[in-house]
């Protein structure tokens, strides 16, 4: 039985006709309807409205085979990988017994210390459980303390301490930084894992930096290739051949609620290392091994409870992109230690996903969509112009700053959108409820591994230095460390710690059906802010609106009704709330009348209004 059967068969040219007249009816214009209704990525990449067939770039080729675009293994599922930088064994042994699969440890100053890695593990089966290291300048220290505890235990490395997972084992590693290049000691430790420990990694390729820092998802790629690439320099030089060194390497990604942003960067990096594997003699050995993070940069500290919808769709994204290991940050990472609680969720968000959901059963899920074919290609090709260019300069290090005004660029198109709300962030620049109870976590110590985890003081106000456009240099890095979140939230804590909320006053003029729509869209975006708004009710004569502005001891007001009933009030309104002490008059449109400051429309500035609007305020920042 064909489904289609009784429909007739239409064809992309019937689309675009149809399209094209409902846009022309819609005053949108002549001219292509694909190109008015397709949209470019950060990254160039053009997103259409409809994919068939035709757009196909070519076979990926099969799972577990090059280019490995479809999974760098014919297996399903992945590792369910759980961070941790406090040495608490309670919370390991939780996790191992809930469905966590591996450990990712924090050692060293401000994490766990190396001195304590037997006791975190003293339960812990290392020839079941994995465990990635992430010790900085202490790797070399860290490890051997791995080591020595293994072997205390009778832990055969041929057995594959720390042991064998999905993602094909464990990884003794060192967090190498944005701009470092594997050191001596990195070399040793990977020509050791070849020699006596098979089941070991020595060296993460960590891309999140690059994302952490405002990155588009091509410059993560083409930065973490040419970081690749200089750790396979450095591994080979040291010794070890081209197939050698490729099994030392993992590489760490950032997954965020983009879903098919995140499923195309996967399997678009996995096509990239394996032209890489290609170029270096060695197809067989390029399958990259990847290691998919929740993003950081896309966490709240307002309304964090929306956060569990963000890493769920992360983690979605991650697990049908085809990472062999995937960690879920608890929802509420950005403001101090994970509790209890927290850390479920995080755990069973994979839980779900995998038992629940089936994702686990199931090998490349998004593979053959016209769709994420195009883009994962598309992708491909952009991260490996990217690429090309690092590499022209001399590398990653040499080409460091190049790579940070390029990502800084990226940021700041980033950071407009956020600004403009064309990037709406739901709890925080949308949505935002200004009376939600703060949720509060113990502080962590600084951390410089984790971006976006300083805590809150009793007052709401964050820690981090923070600059007005919500960056933080990272220690010894040249790229910030960024939420997107942080801007509006810098000004939600300014106005919680005023002694009273400061309030606008919405001058709302005619009946609720005239004036409802703009009251709320004024609302929202002041309330974004922190800032409390009070409204004059339905009405039209002016002295009335004026005497309620003046009750309400407000200075900045709102003109909130329809544009018919502006042509009509919006003088005589804005004029009355003058005399009545208004030092600043809005207006939610785009009319322009005597006596009205300026506007509030949909795209504009949210911030540039709110800094503004502070300042009529009287607001100290």
Known sequence: MELAAGFASLSRDDWRALAAEVLRKSGAGAGSAEEALSRQTYDGVRVAPLYDADDLPGDPGAPGAAPYVRGARAVAGWDV?????????????????????????????????????????????????????????????????????????????????PGDSAAGGGVLTGNLGASAVLGDDGVELARRCVAGYPGLRAVTVDATPYHDAGGSDAEELACSIARGVAELRALTGGGLSVEQALGQLEFRYAATADQFATIAKLRAARRLWARVAEVCGAPEAGGQ??????????????????????????????????????????????????????????????????????????????????????????????????????????????????????????????????????????????????????????????????????????????????????????????????????????????????????????????????????????????????????????????EQIATAFAVSGATVACLCSSDKLYAQHATAVATALRKAGARKVWLAGKGRYEGVDDNLHAGCDALAVLRETFDDLEVTR
């Open 289 to 542: 091994r990847q290691h998919a993070v929740t993003s950081s940069a896309m966490m709240t500290a307002r309304d964090p409870w929306v956060n569990m919808l963000r890493t769920t769709v992360a983690c979605f994204a991650a697990g049908v992109g085809g990472a062999e290991a995937v960690t879920v940050q608890p929802f509420d990472a950005c403001l101090g230690l994970p509790d209890g609680f927290s850390r479920r969720i995080a755990r069973n968000t994979q839980s779900l996903l995998l038992e629940e959901s089936g994702l686990g059963r199931v090998i490349d899920p998004a593979g053959g969509s016209w769709y994420v074919e195009r883009r994962t290609a598309d992708l491909a090709e952009a991260a490996w112009a990217f690429f090309q260019e690092i590499e022209a300069a001399g590398g990653i290090v040499a080409a460091a700053g190049r790579v940070s005004e390029r990502i800084a660029a990226t940021r700041a198109r980033r950071a407009d959108d956020i600004a403009h709300r064309r990037l709406p962030i739901t709890g925080v620049s949308e949505y935002p409820d200004i009376h939600e109870k703060p949720v509060r976590r113990r502080k962590a110590a600084p951390d410089p591994s984790a971006p976006g985890t300083a805590g809150l003081d009793e007052a709401g106000l964050d820690e981090a230095g923070l600059d007005e456009a919500g960056e933080t240099a990272g220690p010894g890095s040249e790229l910030p460390k960024v939420r997107y979140a942080e801007p509006f939230e810098r000004l939600r804590d300014l106005a919680d710690a005023q002694p009273e909320r400061p309030t606008v006053f919405l001058a709302t003029i005619g009946p609720l059906a005239a004036h409802t729509a703009r009251t709320a869209f004024a609302a929202n975006l002041f309330q974004a802010g922190g800032l409390a708004t009070e409204t004059a009710g339905p009405g039209t004569d002016p």
């Open 81 to 161: 990988r759980q961070r941790h930088a406090v040495a608490d064994p309670e919370a390991v042994l939780a996790d191992l017994e809930n469905g966590v699969t591996s450990l990712w440890l924090v050692v060293g100053d401000g994490a766990i210390p190396v001195g304590e890695l037997g006791a975190v593990l003293k339960d812990v089966y290392l020839d079941l459980a994995p465990i990635v290291l992430e010790a900085g300048e202490r790797t070399r220290e860290a490890a051997e303390a791995l080591f020595g505890l293994a072997a205390s235990r009778g832990a055969a490395p041929g057995g594959g301490l």
